[in-house]
């Protein structure tokens, strides 16, 4: 059963508009989130976090909302840029546990910025 | 500096053939992850090292599947006997320690299809 779930597989924004991607996880374990973004034929960069402590993190461009009580998070990423498009990835972890190193994966939003 | 490098970036092999996949953490990397992303799906947890403790093998589909990590630094990922299921890209990542407050640097991958 997939414990984080991206259900939108794909998002196309215009540029300067705000782009949001959402994230359901299932598991009430999970107190640690990621964002990651993957360009094709390279490796996921670490974009920005949230601890279950906070329930926003602002980065720039990016913020990160974090709603415990639904289980859903959200991106918000504004202006969007031609740049930012990219696959988007959700993780989390259950972050005060021993293997708190261990993510769990959404599997991915495509985010199109177009000009 | 130098990022996590993996070798090689492409692999086609025969179904029941032997590979072997290199990673080379960051420098000073104490912590080192395998993951799997087979075709639409997100990325899937598969081996843990950090510095000279016993791995965390939990995410290894099969035995046929291992790996090691020498000297703390470059790791290895065997997977013998390949069946077509295996393909994938093959994602390795390093962080300075296995804290989930430390963000995983990702390499470019290793896509290996099984003909």
């Known amino acids: 059963d997939q414990q984080v779930k991206q259900n939108s597989p794909s998002l196309s924004v215009q540029e300067g508009r705000i782009s949001i991607l959402n994230c359901d996880y299932t598991?009430?374990?999970?107190?640690?989130f990621l964002w990651y973004k993957k360009y094709p034929a390279e490796g996921p960069t670490f974009l920005i976090s949230?601890?279950?402590?906070?329930d926003k993190n602002e980065d720039g461009r990016f913020t990160v909302f974090l709603n415990k009580s639904a289980k859903h998070l959200s991106l918000h990423i504004v202006p969007s840029q031609p740049g930012d498009s990219a696959v988007y990835f959700c993780?989390?972890?259950?972050?005060?546990?021993?293997?708190?190193?261990?993510?769990?994966f959404g599997k991915g939003t495509l985010l199109t910025v177009n000009p | 500096g130098a990022g996590v490098s993996q070798s090689p970036s492409n692999k086609v092999t025969e179904k029941g053939k032997d590979v072997e996949l290199r990673c080379d953490p960051i420098s000073g990397h104490t912590a080192l992850y395998w993951y799997r992303q087979s075709l639409g799906q997100g990325l899937e947890f598969l081996i843990y090292f950090q510095g000279n403790s016993a791995p965390d093998k939990s995410g290894l589909p099969s035995d046929r599947f291992s790996a090691e990590r020498t000297g703390g630094s470059v790791s290895t990922l065997t997977i013998q006997r390949t069946q077509q299921e295996d393909s994938a890209v093959y994602l390795c990542?390093?962080?300075?320690?296995?804290?989930?407050?430390?963000?995983?640097?990702f390499g470019d991958g290793t896509r290996l299809s099984i003909l």
């Open positions: 993780a989390a972890s259950a972050g005060s546990g021993g293997s708190n190193y261990k993510l769990t």
């Open positions: 949230i601890s279950s402590i906070k």
């Open positions: 990542a390093s962080s300075l320690a296995g804290q989930i407050n430390q963000p995983q640097h």
């Open positions: 598991n009430s374990m999970f107190d640690y």
